[in-house]
């Protein structure tokens, strides 16, 4: 479980370290957050630096990540820095551009079976025989806290919103928001219909294993909520809506199309539920759209 005291201080500890991601208003009432621009192209240097640096001196160590690749970036990119080496278990599904970049970072790739679970299994038996620092990809309370420094910004950049969508894979980015944001403002999951970690647990009282599939899958595909985003959201009221695999197709096609921002599917997800209508704002509304991932090929964007 984590509060926003602990948002707090991991704002504090990886000031610096981070980008502050610009907002974009595209509409009265609408911002965009733009956290595909932070380093390594999602919001998971947050929580990854978080998690590194809570710990102290990590010069010469390893540090291990199981990841569809985003969180992998993140943890390459934040153990380089802190003269550490990384090793990132990933699925044999991961997108190529994420394995290529993941190398281009100096981390050590393995590829293991299809799934997130699978890579996550390998890495963990692996940092335990080798005594090595595990960085999970959301369900540690630093990189959920780390996530939500995003959130922290956000109402600093917008002066205050009423309600917040953001994309749930695992859970850690909206356990960091939703934390952040208690009783100032509304968080909305959005997920995609063929990956509802959050939604199925929520409606079964506790996290629960679901199949996972879609054009998200990479990097929303998660078999199963974190048990840290599945309290805080059950904690602070947290809804989620789902989306279907043409809403996100369409959402990530007019970011490009109107504003010339490049998204994964997972990123523009939340998007989705805005522009598809899951979600339809009140009179007066004001809300913040968070857009979370950039690491994708843009060849299909034109």
């Given at each position: 479980?984590?509060?926003?005291?602990?948002?707090?201080?991991?704002?504090?500890?990886?000031?610096?370290?981070?980008?502050?991601?610009?907002?974009?208003?595209?509409?009265?009432?609408?911002?965009?957050?733009?956290?595909?621009?932070?380093?390594?192209?999602?919001?998971?240097?947050?929580?990854?630096?978080?998690?590194?640096?809570?710990v102290?001196?990590?010069?010469?160590?390893?540090?291990?990540?199981?990841?569809?690749?985003?969180?992998?970036?993140?943890?390459?990119?934040?153990?380089?820095?802190?003269?550490?080496?990384?090793?990132?278990f990933?699925?044999?599904?991961?997108?190529?551009?994420?394995?290529?970049?993941?190398?281009?970072?100096?981390?050590?790739?393995?590829?293991?079976?299809?799934r997130?679970?699978q890579?996550?299994?390998?890495?963990?038996?692996?940092?335990?025989?080798?005594?090595?620092?595990?960085?999970?990809?959301?369900?540690?309370?630093?990189?959920?806290?780390?996530?939500?420094?995003?959130?922290?910004?956000?109402?600093?950049?917008?002066?205050?919103?009423?309600?917040?969508?953001?994309?749930?894979?695992?859970?850690?980015?909206?356990?960091?928001?939703?934390?952040?944001?208690?009783?100032?403002?509304?968080?909305?999951?959005?997920?995609?219909?063929?990956?509802p970690?959050?939604?199925?647990?929520?409606?079964?009282?506790?996290?629960?294993?679901?199949?996972?599939?879609?054009?998200?899958?990479?990097?929303?595909?998660?078999?199963?909520?974190?048990d840290?985003?599945?309290?805080?959201?059950?904690?602070?009221?947290?809804?989620?809506?789902?989306?279907?695999?043409?809403?996100?197709?369409?959402?990530?096609?007019?970011?490009?199309?109107?504003?010339?921002?490049a998204?994964?599917?997972?990123?523009?997800?939340?998007?989705?539920?805005?522009?598809?209508g899951?979600?339809?704002?009140?009179?007066?509304?004001?809300?913040?759209?968070?857009?979370?991932?950039?690491?994708?090929?843009?060849?299909?964007?034109?």
């Amino acid at each position: 479980m984590i509060t926003r005291s602990e948002v707090d201080a991991a704002a504090r500890r990886i000031g610096g370290r981070v980008r502050r991601t610009p907002v974009f208003q595209p509409l009265d009432g609408l911002w965009f957050k733009l956290e595909h621009l932070q380093r390594t192209g999602s919001f998971k240097a947050r929580g990854a630096f978080n998690r590194l640096l809570s710990v102290g001196d990590v010069r010469g160590a390893e540090v291990v990540a199981a990841s569809g690749g985003n969180a992998g970036l993140a943890v390459a990119d934040a153990a380089a820095e802190c003269g550490a080496t990384a090793r990132v278990f990933v699925p044999t599904t991961a997108p190529r551009v994420k394995v290529d970049r993941l190398r281009a970072l100096g981390a050590t790739v393995e590829q293991v079976g299809d799934r997130y679970a699978q890579a996550y299994e390998a890495a963990t038996e692996y940092a335990d025989r080798r005594g090595a620092l595990l960085c999970h990809a959301y369900d540690q309370p630093e990189v959920c806290a780390g996530q939500g420094t995003l959130a922290l910004e956000l109402l600093e950049q917008t002066g205050g919103v009423d309600t917040v969508l953001v994309a749930v894979g695992g859970g850690g980015l909206i356990a960091g928001i939703a934390a952040a944001l208690e009783g100032v403002a509304k968080v909305v999951a959005v997920e995609p219909r063929t990956a509802p970690t959050l939604h199925s647990a929520l409606a079964a009282g506790e996290p629960v294993d679901v199949q996972v599939s879609g054009v998200a899958a990479d990097s929303l595909g998660a078999s199963r909520v974190g048990d840290i985003a599945f309290a805080v959201a059950r904690r602070t009221g947290v809804e989620s809506l789902l989306v279907d695999d043409q809403a996100i197709a369409d959402a990530r096609g007019l970011l490009w199309s109107e504003y010339r921002q490049a998204l994964e599917p997972g990123g523009a997800t939340a998007y989705a539920a805005l522009l598809g209508g899951a979600y339809r704002p009140e009179s007066g509304e004001r809300v913040a759209v968070v857009l979370c991932g950039a690491n994708t090929n843009p060849a299909d964007l034109a």
